[in-house]
């Protein structure tokens, strides 16, 4: 199974910038879609950023100009660059993988999570 890991968080001050990364290891022969989640306190799960398996990317409406997602020359890797952050942004991020274990199984794994806080 794909195992991913999350690094990069911490706290900054609003209109300051943080790069989060998520690492992939396991039995992976691909990892076809990516994106980055994040969790409020009190509010669902919502989609922040993502890489299709057909290469589109997709932002939520409150990130678009401010958020990129890009896989990293790192094999395995891909990063959430934030900028011009808002205390909005401050949550739980979770990074998200899709693809095919060595198996070719399919596998849907989630990272455990990486606290993300903006002051204002």
């Known amino acids: 199974q794909a195992q991913l890991v999350e690094s990069g968080g911490g706290l900054v001050q609003a209109g300051g910038s943080l790069r989060l990364s998520c690492a992939a290891s396991?039995?992976?022969?691909?990892?076809?879609?990516v994106a980055w989640h994040r969790q409020a306190p009190g509010k669902q799960r919502e989609l922040v950023a993502a890489?299709?398996?057909?290469?589109?990317?997709k932002y939520a409406d409150s990130v678009k100009g401010r958020f990129t997602i890009a896989r990293t020359d790192t094999k395995d890797t891909v990063a959430l660059q934030m900028n011009s952050l808002k205390p909005e942004d401050t949550a739980v991020y979770y990074c998200n993988a899709e693809g095919f274990t060595r198996r070719l199984e399919e596998y849907n794994a989630w990272g455990q999570g990486i606290q993300v806080t903006v002051s204002s």
């Open positions: 890489l299709t398996s057909d290469n589109k990317f």
């Open positions: 396991g039995s992976i022969f691909s990892i076809n879609a």
